[in-house]
């Protein structure tokens, strides 16, 4: 009697646990599908924020795609789509932070891209380069600048001109012509008709400084430089032609140096800045001429996103990422129609550097074919100016005046913050 009660009673605990079981699996499947896709949905996404022409900011957005004919892609925050032409993008930043940079040497090439990582070898007429988040590349040797060591501490005393320069961590220096590198050795010979050479192990290099001279910095086509989590900076071409570059959710697809395709993921790259677009920043072409004069004889060369000393540009206790440091007497003179012409406006701040305390001095003044734009006298360390935003049309020849304001010429160490072309 009793076993023949019992039967039912198990069979219908079994089809109650095996509902549950069943719901508690459904409901599990679910749940993982739902932790994947938020999980994928947080690589991919990351928020980015884009600045456009108009110098104007959208922040917290995700990318979509981005191609050189249909342009840029984003959704904001309310899921709003938000489409910019390529050439009206200035940057694009992720909030992701940086990675340490991998490798032990420095890549830096003519047009000032920098990439962190191994030489792999020398492949016909490019040198083929690791990087973490492209893998190796290739790059022409004609678009080589140096390449040095991560524990390099001495600059190299002399530049070379026709020949390559070697520098070896003993200081002793090698002048010829680079045959060929990879992670154990690097090849070079003295002499271009001598089919000898002379076998250098790596470990001993300090610096490579590659013969040749660098053209004349230009208006650059239209290009995207991108810059990887781990530091190294990467310019490609933005063009219909060829399908040179393409974005989506999950995957980059770009050309390297050599024209040979290569592809990264969203998640690699913390910016993007367009290069040849409707903004164009002095930092990014060369001057037609650029004089100066010191007080006491002292040559002080103009410098890149720095100082002139060298350092921070730092204003008024603000840190600037972009901007030329000079010393006063200095003129920058550019020339508008060789650069591109057709510019509408130029946009800057100007001030002194906090290093030019306590007695930094300087007159300021800004001309267009002649004619004074704008002008500050008496401008002291730590002050700037406003944002300027000056008219160039059909002008031809721009001038950076920055001028001894006392009779000494002292500490007279001027940042031209920001300074960009904007075209039609």
């Known amino acids: 009697m009793n076993d023949v009660k019992l039967e039912p009673q198990m069979d219908a605990d079994a089809r109650r646990l095996g509902r549950k079981t069943g719901l508690f699996s459904r409901r599990s499947f679910y749940l993982c599908i739902s932790l994947l896709i938020c999980s994928f949905t947080s690589i991919v996404r990351a928020d980015w924020t884009l600045t456009t022409s108009d110098f104007k900011t959208q922040a917290k957005l995700t990318v979509n795609t981005w191609t050189p004919g249909e342009g840029l892609s984003v959704s904001?925050?309310?899921?709003?789509?938000?489409?910019?032409?390529?050439?009206?993008?200035?940057?694009?930043?992720?909030?992701?932070?940086?990675?340490?940079?991998?490798?032990?040497?420095?890549?830096?090439?003519?047009?000032?891209?920098?990439?962190?990582?191994?030489?792999v070898g020398v492949s016909g007429q490019s040198l083929q380069f690791k990087i973490t988040e492209l893998g190796p590349i290739d790059i022409p040797l004609k678009n080589l600048a140096t390449m040095q060591s991560k524990d390099n501490k001495n600059p190299l005393s002399s530049t070379a001109t026709d020949k390559d320069l070697v520098r070896l961590k003993n200081g002793d220096q090698v002048e010829g012509f680079f045959i060929n590198v990879n992670t154990d050795k690097l090849q070079i010979t003295t002499n271009a008709n001598d089919s000898a050479t002379t076998d250098i192990e790596l470990s001993k290099v300090d610096r490579i400084a590659f013969g040749g001279v660098s053209p004349a910095r230009a208006v650059p086509p239209l290009s995207a430089r991108l810059t990887f989590l781990s530091g190294s900076t990467l310019t490609v071409p933005l063009t219909d032609k060829n399908k040179t570059f393409s974005w989506s959710v999950g995957d980059i697809t770009l050309k390297d140096p050599a024209g040979q395709e290569r592809k990264t993921t969203p998640d690699q790259v913390s910016a993007v800045e367009v290069l040849g677009g409707r903004v164009v920043f002095l930092t990014e072409i060369d001057p037609a001429s650029d004089q100066q004069t010191s007080y006491l004889g002292t040559v002080w060369p103009t410098q890149v996103n720095k100082n002139v000393l060298g350092g921070t540009?730092?204003?008024?206790?603000?840190?600037?990422?972009?901007?030329?440091?000079?010393?006063?007497?200095?003129?920058?003179?550019?020339?508008?129609?060789?650069?591109?012409?057709?510019?509408?406006?130029l946009t800057l701040r100007a001030g002194l550097d906090d290093s030019s305390a306590p007695y930094g001095e300087a007159n300021l003044s800004i001309v267009l074919d002649g004619k004074v734009l704008w002008e500050a006298k008496g401008m002291k360390a730590g002050q700037i100016s406003e944002e300027l935003n000056l008219p160039l049309k059909e002008g031809k020849m721009l001038e950076l005046h920055a001028e001894p304001a006392g009779k000494l010429d002292v500490l007279g160490r001027v940042d031209w913050v920001n300074a960009a072309l904007i075209r039609p």
């Open 76 to 119: 904001a925050e309310d899921g709003g789509l938000i489409k910019t032409d390529s050439r009206r993008i200035v940057s694009l930043v992720s909030d992701r932070p940086k990675a340490p940079a991998n490798g032990n040497w420095t890549l830096v090439l003519r047009n000032g891209d920098v990439l962190d990582g191994e030489p």
């Open 313 to 345: 540009l730092k204003v008024g206790k603000n840190i600037f990422g972009r901007g030329l440091g000079v010393h006063t007497r200095s003129i920058l003179t550019y020339d508008l129609q060789a650069a591109g012409g057709k510019f509408d406006a």
